[in-house]
T-cell receptor, first 115, second 116 residues
Framework: EPEVTQTPSHQVTQMGQEVILRCVPI?????FYWYRQILGQKVEFLVS????????KSEIFDDQFSVERPDGSNFTLKIRSTKLEDSAMYFC?????????????FGAGSRLTVL | ARAVTRSQPEMSVREAETVTLSCTYD???????LFWYKQPPSRQMILVIR??????QNATENRFSVNFQKAAKSFSLKISDSQLGDAAMYFC?????????????FGTGTRLKVLA
């Protein structure tokens, strides 16, 4: 069964460092998302991406965050200068265009620890 | 939707018994999608069941069914014949059907414990 893959599974970084989280969405999917989850609690929307541009973003997704799809397969989330409060699980998700589905398929997540 | 919420932070059920997890949401829209996702300890979220708001019939997937009360903006998940593997965090989620809105809004989860 097709799946969304994320790397790394866990990254530890120092405050102020740049971090790139990588995702390979399902190949025929067209919509891509990043969510984060702090301490296993609320799942928060960060950004959605469609047709090579950001389609929607939340208040959390400030200038420290950016996304890109550099090569047509990978979908990356960059945090420019990490803060302690960026420590969380980051989930990538993708969705196809099928009107009947509207189902998000999630990756296993990347745990980010900022020290 | 402005918010998706759950009623109970944690619930327990004995194996083979039935449990219902509650979810309410706040929206002024008439058409939308609702979902229940399961997040087992491995932490990857998996779709359990979905419901289109325009459908009056409640969705059912094997042991999982929903009670969708549109007027009350309530969307509960019933798990029948509970199994140990059902133990997980469960999240309900909302997605608008309006074009230009892409995000899925998740509520705070309910942790389900299944007792042998």
């Amino acid at each position: 069964e097709p799946e969304v893959t994320q790397t790394p599974s866990h990254q530890v970084t120092q405050m102020g460092q740049e971090v790139i989280l990588r995702c390979v969405p399902i190949s025929n999917h067209l919509y891509f998302y990043w969510y984060r989850q702090i301490l296993g609690q609320k799942v928060e929307f960060l950004v959605s991406f469609y047709n090579n541009e950001i389609s929607e973003k939340s208040e959390i997704f400030d200038d420290q965050f950016s996304v890109e799809r550099p090569d047509g397969s990978n979908f990356t989330l960059k945090i420019r200068s990490t803060k302690l409060e960026d420590s969380a699980m980051y989930f990538c998700a993708s969705k196809d265009r099928g009107t009947g589905a509207n189902v998000l398929t999630f990756g296993a997540g990347s745990r980010l620890t900022v020290l | 939707a402005r918010a998706v919420t759950r009623s109970q932070p944690e619930m327990s059920v004995r194996e083979a018994e039935t449990v219902t997890l509650s979810c309410t949401y706040d929206t002024s829209e008439s058409d939308y999608y609702l979902f229940w996702y399961k997040q087992p300890p491995s932490r990857q979220m998996i779709l359990v069941i979905r419901q289109e708001a325009y459908k009056q019939q409640n969705a059912t997937e094997n042991r999982f069914s929903v009670n969708f009360q549109k007027a009350a903006k309530s969307f509960s998940l019933k798990i029948s014949d509970s199994q140990l593997g059902d133990a997980a965090m469960y999240f309900c989620a909302y997605r608008s059907t309006y074009s230009g809105t892409y995000k899925y809004i998740f509520g705070t989860g309910t942790r389900l414990k299944v007792l042998a």
